[in-house]
């Protein structure tokens, strides 16, 4: 087994840091109380941030 130490070049710890902060900055990591805001709108924030589809067909759906 090689033991080895990974280190990231800066386009690397730049992106992930990006990613960090999109979804720390998401209301689908903080908690809801009955009477703030939607899962709905929760949820479609996230899949927006991980670029997930949110329709059951996997397919995002067009916009109006």
């Not at 809801?32 to 996997?58: K, M, Q």
């Amino acid at each position: 087994m090689i033991a080895r130490t990974w280190e990231p070049a800066d386009a690397e710890r730049s992106a992930a840091w990006e990613s960090y902060l999109e979804l720390i900055t998401r209301v689908s990591v903080e908690e809801l109380a009955p009477d703030e805001g939607f899962l709905r709108e929760a949820l479609s924030s996230l899949c927006t941030a991980l670029h997930l589809p949110t329709s059951r067909s996997g397919r995002r759906p067009e916009s109006s």
